[in-house]
């Protein structure tokens, strides 16, 4: 399992989306590294990391390798940050345990409220499907610089090397096995998600959105952060589905202003 570590302070774990990896922390690393000891992972199955075969897709799987990979590198409490699929792995973690979590940063993470992969996920999995996207693998690069380009609220925001930086891991032989393994577990595990959230109630989490996401819908941030005692929800006007890169020093200055509010006692 390849990460990246940084910084210097209380430890706080950075956790990609579907199919990113610690690429997509390039503007966040450097902005917190003075605040905090980072570990930016990549999660087995894309960036670097290896591709084990027919590795368990569920959230609840992607939680014990994390918390797995915490004792590895000695870290028994954290902030966590995750985006995406990986919001929702972070949510999973935090609720396999609670007690390790110190904050949660959550930033358009798939939740049980988002209609737009409960969806699409059951398509996708599908035998039929699956077999027509492995056959066509060694085409899906182009397709996926077209989705990423979608995935930003003005894609002239997009910086030079953004494109080459997610297809060159993309390309590895078995991501795609891993994101179908993924989806095939989707809705399954936004059913044990939600039933989990009571354990995370207590934890201080921040919501972070972009208003133009059309990966997971900004409309659910009211209902994901009525499962919270202490949440707070900003959103980035104009922004797509990756704030962390489409307006860094917002997303870096929001970060930072609530790790260095002071936390209530639990």
């Not at 995370?200 to 208003?211: H, M, N, Q, R, V």
């Given at each position: 399992m390849r990460y990246l570590r940084a910084g210097s302070g209380p430890p706080l774990l950075l956790l990609h989306?579907?199919?990113?990896?610690?690429?997509?922390?390039?503007?966040?690393?450097?902005?917190?590294?003075?605040r905090a000891t980072l570990f930016a992972v990549d999660m087995p199955g894309v960036g670097f990391s290896d591709r084990p075969?027919?590795?368990?897709g569920s959230l609840r799987a992607h939680a014990e390798r994390l918390l797995?990979?915490?004792?590895?590198?000695?870290?028994?409490?954290?902030?966590?940050?995750?985006?995406?699929?990986?919001?929702?792995?972070?949510?999973?973690?935090?609720?396999?345990?609670?007690?390790?979590?110190?904050?949660?940063?959550?930033?358009?993470?798939?939740?049980?409220?988002?209609?737009?992969?409960?969806?699409?996920?059951?398509?996708?999995s599908s035998v039929p499907v699956s077999w027509l996207l492995l056959r066509g693998e060694p085409l899906l690069g182009i397709l996926h610089d077209r989705l990423l380009r979608r995935l930003y609220?003005?894609?002239?925001?997009?910086?030079?090397?953004?494109l080459a930086g997610y297809s060159a891991p993309f390309r590895i032989p078995g991501t795609l096995n891993y994101g179908l393994r993924v989806v095939g577990a989707w809705n399954r595990d936004l059913?044990?998600?939600?039933?989990?959230?009571?354990?995370?109630?207590?934890?201080?989490?921040?919501?972070?959105?972009?208003?133009?996401d059309t990966a997971v819908s900004p409309a659910s941030a009211e209902m994901l952060s009525q499962q919270f005692q202490r949440c707070t929800v900003e959103?980035?006007?104009?922004?797509?589905?990756?704030?962390?890169?489409?307006?860094?020093?917002?997303?870096?200055?929001?970060?930072?202003?609530?790790?260095?509010?002071?936390?209530?006692?639990?």
């Open positions: 989306g579907l199919l990113g990896y610690s690429f997509s922390w390039r503007f966040t690393i450097p902005a917190l590294a003075a075969p027919n590795a368990d797995r990979f915490l004792d590895g590198v000695g870290v028994a409490s954290f902030d966590l940050l995750g985006t995406s699929h990986g919001g929702a792995v972070a949510m999973m973690a935090a609720a396999l345990a609670p007690q390790r979590v110190r904050r949660l940063i959550l930033v358009a993470p798939v939740n049980p409220w988002s209609a737009h992969g409960r969806r699409l996920a059951p398509f996708l609220g003005d894609p002239g925001r997009i910086r030079p090397g953004t059913a044990e998600l939600e039933s989990l959230l009571p354990r995370i109630a207590d934890i201080p989490a921040l919501l972070l959105w972009g208003s133009r959103t980035f006007d104009g922004v797509g589905h990756l704030p962390y890169e489409e307006v860094p020093e917002l997303f870096n200055a929001s970060v930072i202003e609530f790790l260095n509010s002071p936390m209530d006692p639990r």
